[in-house]
């Protein structure tokens, strides 16, 4: 088994730039679960499904076919024939996504999907349960934190137009539903090392994590 990666934590903690960051250092591939969860959602709402009624979701959690590249410097994600590496990161998708991603047939469906993935490792896997679920086994866990603060600003400076305080609440409410829910909850995985970004830099944090994989493997 090659190397995995697991890299969980909150939104805007900087798991995707340092995950991305690890996997071209280090010549591995990555896969951003996030975005298998948020293709989902943009798929429901394609078809107009109310995504607040968890068994209208469940009932169609199997029709959507996701095809996910795991190249860092390029990492697209379709839908059918419809690449929504764009879409997904709209406000509508944003705004249902946790809704989408607590139905436990869509976590189940991709959660074996992110496990054919993965398959032999060589890989840096982001995003909310991978150190806890999909790879509980994997040799190097890492969840990543830093101040709701520093997470809102950091978002707002990635997509123009938006407001640090709009950001920041909006960040708080996924935030609350991902830690909340029933299954597969955001929380930190036994034996993962919580790094606080806060006051670091993007480079001081990819070398901090180079060097625990260093340690580790
Ligand atoms: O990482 P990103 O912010 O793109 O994730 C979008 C949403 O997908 C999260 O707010 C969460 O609801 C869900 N998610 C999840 N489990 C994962 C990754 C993401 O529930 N492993």
Redesign the pocket.
Known sequence: MGLVVAM?GP??SG??SVSRGVARALGLRYL???????AV?WWMLDRGVDVEDASLVAARAHEPVLTMGTDPDKPGVSVGDTDVAGP?RSAEV?KA??A???VPAV?TR?VEM?REIIGDGGIVV?????GTV?APDAPVKIYLTASEQARAERRTAEQAGTDVAATQADLAR??R??SS?AI?P?TRADGAVEIDTTEYTLDEVIAEVLRLINERT
């Open positions: 969980d939104s805007g798991k995707s951003d679960t996030g975005a298998m969860y948020r959602t997904i944003t996504v946790s989408v991603s607590a976590r991709l992110q982001e995003g909310r349960d991978i999909v996924r935030d539903l991902d829910r597969s955001l």
